[in-house]
Structure formats: C-alpha cells, structure tokens
C-alpha cells in the first residue's frame, strides 16, 4: 500500500527546508504542490523542483477539493503533498489526511513554520496572549462580511491579540495588503461604532514574515495606511492589551511610537 | 559590531533543522542554548554540537534573565540563542533581543517549528479556532491557580479550541504529564462547577509532537486519566465546538469515540 506525506514548506526559501524533508521529498515517486492558498516567499516552486531532484505537480483547487488525484498516486506509492506554512492550516488538506488513511495509505505529516506562530514572533508579541484569528476577505460588490471585525473585537475587548489574515487570489494575482486591511478595519469600525479602532489605535502589519525580506511596522491607523510594506504576503496584528516586554519590542522591533511603552499607557 | 541570531531548532531532531540554520551555527563564534523551557525530542544538545562542530553553552535560567552572558558575546562577534521550538515564545527571549538591538547589536530570527501550531495540525484541529493557550502548573501546596481553567471555559464558551501547555520543571527532570493535565481540569471543574468537563467532554492528547514518536490522542476523561502518551513533552486540547471535518479527524488521527462525528453531536 502506498504513502502520502504532507510536507510543510515553511515561510521562506529552500535551504529553510530541514535535511529529513529533502530526503522525503527526493525519495518520493511523485510530488504534488498546492501553491493557491499561501506560497514560499524566498523560492519558486521551480527552485523547489531543482532541490528535489524532480518536477511537482502543481494542483487546482478543484484536484485537491474534490478530486482524487492525489489519493489515486498515493495508493500506487510514496507521494508527497506540499505546502507553504504548514500543511495541516486548511481544512481540505486535513480532509485530505481523513480521505487517505480511509484508503489505507500510511500518511506522515513533517509540520512546516506557520504565519500563525511566525508573525507573533516577528513583532514579539507572546503567543499566549493572541486569541482567535481571522480572515479578512476581499470586499465583494453588495458583501461586507463583519464577523472578523466582531471576533476581533471579541478578542481585544478580553485584552488578546489578533491575528488577522489577508485574503489571497492566486488565480487572479491578488493579495490584499496591510494597507487595505488598515482600511477595511477603519471601514468597520464607521460600519459598527465599537471604539476599537480609533486615531490612537496601534495596528501591527508583518509582511513576507521568515524571508530574507521580512518587515514589520506598528503604528497609529494614520501612519499605517500609507505604510509601504513592499509586496506580499503581508498580515495585521490588532493587539490588545500590550505587556510592557511586548509594547517596548514594538516599538524596537516594529517602529512603534515610543509613548506606547511609557508606564501611564499600559 | 556584533551578530546575534535567535534559532528556533523546532520539535524534531537536528535533521529537522533547515540548511540555513545549520550553516548560520557553524558560522557562529559560539553557540548558547536555553533548554529549560523546552527540550528537542529526536535529539540531545550533544547530537546538535556534533552536526555544528562546536560546542554549546547550556544557559540557566538567571543567566538569560538577569545576566549579560549573551549580550556580552555578541558584542565580540556572531553569537546564536538556540532553543527548541520558536525562540520568541518566551517574554524573556523578546526581552534578551530587545537588550541587543539597545547595545547596537544586530539581530536576525530564525522561525521553528512550534507546538502552538504543529499540536492543532497533529490533531487535525483548525488553527482558526483556537482562543488563548493556557499553562497548567504543577500544584503547589496551598496554592491551586484556577485562572488557567476559567480562561478554558472562555474559550469553550465561544466555541473555541484551547491548547494546554504543561508545566517544565528540567532542573528536577519533572515533566507534567497528559495524565496529570486531565486529572487537574477534572479536579478544577470540581471547584469551580462549570460544567465543562463531563464524563461526555472530549479531550485530547499530544505527547512528542513533530517526533518520529509523536502520538495522538482523544477521548472521554475517564481513557484519557490512563492513557500512556509515553515520555515528555506532553499537551492537551480541550475542544470547543467542532466542525465536523474536526470531529472526523480526531476519530481517525487520535481515535476518539465515533459518535463525536455523528451529525446530531455537532
């Protein structure tokens, strides 16, 4: 019977792939890659190839949701199925897993480095401290979704972080950048009067977190809508109540204005 | 002026570690490393100074948090902070490279693999829906903190998973284990009777995540009291609601009961 491995990639390039996931991947018969829901920042998919010594086949959303291309390989021998991130983020891949071990085929899972832990350490804000994280969608004409802004919300108004995801159009070549989820934020605060984002609100944007081109920059919605945080991926952090460790790394690490870390504001 | 770089190591073992990383130690003119919080599971420090042909100042816990042992170091030439897992999970790694970047030191991160997000991927639990972790301490004689437990209860509340971190004590070689974890939320339901955990509540178990020996598991209290995860590290989930994908996941991964998966149980 055959093998699947899901291959976490992580956030950066090819030499941040660890020796025990080469000598998977070189070993395996063939290799299928899901490059619409995140990508490597550092390498292509083609430098990825090279490594590995053979061609990864790259999947459609339709092949990995619905079809069983991935399944039928795996049953003829070792298949490798990768990802940027970690593997496990996206409940299809894991629906993947389910679907393959009812097949019988033996499955392995070589966890990769996550925005979800990656972009906390980046701005040296603790993991402990984030609550739930979102997605922020592009806006579609007649559809602005609120529930991200109201599990935000729901998380700042307990003192918790939150991660906030950009939607991502590979098909298109769209990614939504830190300036327009600055945006949308300022938007859903008009739309819902909570009084979260406000002039001296800090907002936290991160972008290619784990590359060679990793920037991080925290401020007041003013600064950060016209932040030039260079092309994707990027993500927000809506902090919420700060530890003075987390409010000084802001403003060393990040640029935040030095008056978040006095005493009075903590 | 000097170099310090902060490597996460990740979970697994020294073949787990990114050609990057391995180049960046043996290019360091020394190597500290802080293992009291956590621990690599597939390897030993000694495995490590083998695959970086130098050896590897052991740092306790006074010499990271009060002393300017690495400071100092880095002040003289390239210096790395290993530690297993992602280096900035902890406040006083974000407080050491604060102290840095104060001295005119340069400062690089190098993201690991960490169980906030490798333990929901093992599990098949979506990363989304986790709220705040928490840490369970051991119990100290007169003095049983039960906000651990009201901060799971807020999470369950709203339908959100929650990772339980355990308690490390290395200086004793006293890991807490799964076991001890579920016999204290039972013990703090008892005290605070918010009937949360019930006979019929589902826990889970990750003992070894990112290990050739990582092992899974979930189910009613009563298996998951005896459960042998085997050797540290161990952590527990407690789920909140679970999409049915989840539900799915862990009757397959983790072998929990299948009538968590029936559709009138979600």
């Known amino acids: 019977m055959g093998e699947l491995i899901f291959v976490g990639l992580g956030l950066g390039g090819v030499d941040d792939l660890s020796a025990r996931t080469v000598r998977a991947l070189k070993e395996c018969d063939q290799v299928f890659g899901e490059f ?63 679907r393959a071990m009812e097949e019988g085929i033996q499955t392995t899972v070589l966890y990769g480095v996550s925005i979800f832990t990656a972009c906390a350490s980046a701005l ?78 800090i907002i936290c944007a991160a972008a290619r977190v784990g590359s060679r081109t990793e920037k991080v920059s925290a401020g007041y919605p003013s600064k950060m809508l016209d932040e030039d945080m260079g092309p994707p991926l990027h993500a927000v952090v809506v902090p919420g109540k700060l530890h003075f460790v987390e409010a000084y790394a802001l403003v060393k690490f990040a640029g935040a204005p030095e008056e978040i870390a006095d005493d009075q504001n903590l």
Do not use: C
Request: aromatic letters at 8%.
């Open 36 to 98: 619409y829901t995140s990508k490597l920042i550092d390498s292509t998919p083609d430098d990825l190839e090279k490594v590995i010594g053979k061609s990864i086949v790259r999947l459609k959303r339709r092949e990995v949701e619905e079809e069983e291309t991935v399944i039928e390989a795996a049953k003829m021998g070792k298949v490798a199925f990768v990802t940027a991130g970690d593997t496990m983020a996206a409940t299809t891949h894991v629906d993947l897993k389910i």
């Open 124 to 201: 040296g804000l603790q993991p402990y401290k984030f609550g739930r994280a979102v997605t922020i969608p592009f806006p579609e004409p007649g559809y602005t979704p609120l529930s991200p802004f109201e599990n935000i919300y729901e998380n700042w108004s307990r003192g918790l972080h939150t991660l906030v995801l950009l939607d991502i159009r590979e098909e298109e070549g769209r990614y939504m950048t830190a300036n327009q989820a600055v945006k949308w934020l300022i938007d859903a605060e008009k739309a819902k009067g909570l009084g979260m984002i406000t002039e001296s609100t």
